[in-house]
Nanobody, 120 residues
């Protein structure tokens, strides 16, 4: 199982930006991000193929969030712009293992999470 270390969460004002990072200990089919707001179910945010050649976003973040990766550093990023208070959540780095379907939004496992708080 790939080990994941997330970082970059914090407090930002509405309309602001944050960049999350996820360092991985090995390779996988794809990596991405989930989030879970207080009192809500965990939801898919974005994913990217290990090669970086393909990305997939939830409709709610398209045009504002950008997922990318640096394979030399084995690290994935989520640039979040124009953040909204309702996007306050714990953000989880997630892994889709080889054999997964590209369009599935349910990962095989995820990390400990990093808190993102967007103030109004």
């Amino acid at each position: 199982q790939v080990q994941l270390v997330e970082s970059g969460g914090g407090l930002v004002q509405a309309g602001g930006s944050l960049r999350l990072s996820c360092a991985a200990s090995g390779r996988s089919y794809a990596m991405g991000w989930l989030r879970q707001a207080p009192g809500k179910e965990r939801e898919f945010v974005a994913k990217i193929l290990w090669s970086g050649s393909n990305t997939y976003y939830a409709d709610s973040v398209k045009g504002r969030f950008t997922i990318s990766r640096d394979n030399a550093k084995n690290t994935m990023y989520l640039q979040m712009n124009s953040l909204k208070p309702e996007e306050t959540a714990v953000y989880y780095c997630a892994v889709w293992t080889y054999g997964s379907q590209w369009l599935t939004t349910i990962p095989d496992y995820w990390g400990q999470g990093t808190q993102v708080t967007v103030s109004s």
